[in-house]
C-alpha cells in the first residue's frame, strides 16, 4: 500500500472550505447558462484556462465571478450537494463548510433563498452517502461589524441548523479586533466561533482571533509561528489550527510545498489539521493536500493518522460523533497495511 492509497481510506473530517470556491468548471458553465448570467469566457476550456491563475487579484475576479452563476436555491444545492458527494469520496466523514452570505445578499439575492439551498443538499448527502456536516456563515473583515450584526439577525429563523460564525477576507488592514462585539454576541447565543487569520496577516491577528475573540478554531493561522509565546499558548489550550497547503501554494503564502510550517506546527504540539480551502480554484481536495504534504514533508503514517484524529478533535460534532469517527480511524489504522513508499 502506497501512502497515497493509505490516505485515500483513511476517514477524516475537512473544517475549512468555501462552498462557493468549490464550483468546478463544467457546473460554472452549467450554471451561468441556467440562469443566463453573461461570463468571460465561451467555452469550458476558456473557463479552465482562467482557472489556472498566477496572481490574487485574477482568482478573486474567477471567484466573484463563480458567486454571480449562484442565483436559485437550486444553484447553492447543486454547488454543496457536488462537493459533499466529491468529499465522500476522500472518505470525509464530516464536513464544515464555510458561506458567505454577504456577497450573495448584497446582489440581491435572499439569505432564505441562498440557506434552503445548502440546507436540502446537506441533508440528501447525508442520508444518501452518510456523510455528516454543519454550516459556519462568515462575515466579510472588509465590511462594518454593523453588517455582521445585521448578517446574525437575518440569520436568526435558520439559527438551529447554524453552526457557527467566522471571519473570512482580506486580512491586511482589517485586524479581528474590529469585530470583538460580534463575536461576544455569538458566543453569548451559544454558536461556535472562528476566524481567518495568519495567512496573509501578522501573528498578531492570530492572537487578537484567539484572546479578543474567543475563537475556537483559527483558519489557516501559519503566521504562529512568529511568536514563540503564541505557539506556546495555542500549544496549551489545543486551539486547533485549520491550516491549508495547495491554497497557501496557490496565492504564494508560501513558496512550495516543501517550505510549508505545517510539520513545524505540528513539532510544536499544536493540533493542525489540513484542508482543501477553495478546492476547485486550487487544484486539490483534501486528499490532495494530504498527499501533497506526505510526500513533501515527509510526514510518517503515524502523522498522517494524527493530522485525520485532530480533525474529527477540532471539529464541532456532538461527542457520540466524534467517538464513532474516532473509532472509525483507529479501526483503519489497525487493518491498514504498511504502507512502501
Not at 452570505?101 to 448527502?125: K, N, W
Not at 486551539?239 to 510539520?263: G, R
Not at 480554484?281 to 510526514?299: E, I, K, M, S, T
Request: with cysteine; charged share 25%; glycine share 8%.
Amino acid at each position: 500500500m502506497t501512502p497515497a492509497e493509505f490516505i485515500a481510506g483513511l476517514p477524516k473530517a475537512e473544517l475549512h472550505m468555501h462552498i462557493e470556491g468549490s464550483i468546478e468548471a463544467p457546473l460554472f458553465m452549467q450554471l451561468a447558462r441556467r440562469n443566463e448570467v453573461a461570463i468571460r469566457w465561451a467555452t469550458e476550456q476558456e473557463l479552465l484556462a482562467a482557472y489556472r491563475f498566477r496572481d490574487l487579484q485574477a482568482f478573486l475576479d474567477l471567484y466573484y465571478d463563480g458567486c454571480r452563476v449562484l442565483v436559485h436555491a437550486r444553484d447553492f444545492h447543486d454547488v454543496t450537494r457536488a462537493y459533499l458527494r466529491r468529499a465522500h469520496a476522500d472518505n470525509v466523514r464530516h464536513a464544515e463548510m464555510f458561506l458567505g452570505p454577504q456577497g450573495h445578499t448584497s446582489r440581491g439575492v435572499a439569505l432564505r433563498t441562498v440557506l434552503e439551498g445548502v440546507f436540502a443538499a446537506m441533508d440528501e448527502a447525508r442520508a444518501e452517502v452518510g456523510i455528516s456536516s454543519g454550516l459556519i456563515l462568515v462575515a466579510q473583515r472588509h465590511r462594518s461589524e454593523a453588517e455582521a450584526f445585521e448578517l446574525y439577525e437575518q440569520a436568526m429563523p435558520w439559527r438551529d441548523r447554524i453552526l457557527g460564525f467566522g471571519l473570512g477576507g482580506a486580512e491586511v488592514g482589517n485586524p479581528p479586533s474590529k469585530f470583538e462585539r460580534f463575536f461576544r454576541r455569538c458566543r453569548d447565543d451559544g454558536f461556535h466561533v472562528v476566524a481567518h487569520a495568519g495567512e496573509e496577516g501578522p501573528a498578531a491577528y492570530v492572537r487578537e482571533s484567539v484572546e479578543l475573540l474567543g475563537v475556537e478554531r483559527v483558519d489557516h493561522g501559519n503566521a504562529s509561528l512568529q511568536d514563540a509565546a503564541l505557539l506556546r499558548t495555542l500549544a496549551q489550550r489545543q486551539t486547533p489550527l485549520t491550516v491549508c497547503p495547495l491554497s497557501n501554494l496557490k496565492l504564494n503564502v508560501v513558496s512550495s510545498i516543501e517550505a510549508h510550517p505545517l510539520k513545524q506546527l505540528m513539532d510544536a504540539g499544536l493540533r493542525v489539521t489540513v484542508n482543501s480551502d477553495d478546492p476547485s480554484y486550487f487544484g486539490g481536495y483534501v486528499n490532495d493536500n494530504y498527499v501533497a504534504c506526505q510526500r513533501a514533508l515527509g510526514l510518517t503514517r503515524h502523522e498522517v493518522v494524527q493530522l485525520a484524529r485532530n480533525s474529527v478533535l477540532a471539529s464541532f460534532v456532538p461527542e457520540a460523533r466524534q467517538r464513532e469517527l474516532l473509532a472509525e480511524i483507529e479501526a483503519y489504522e489497525s487493518r491498514a497495511g504498511a504502507w512502501i513508499g
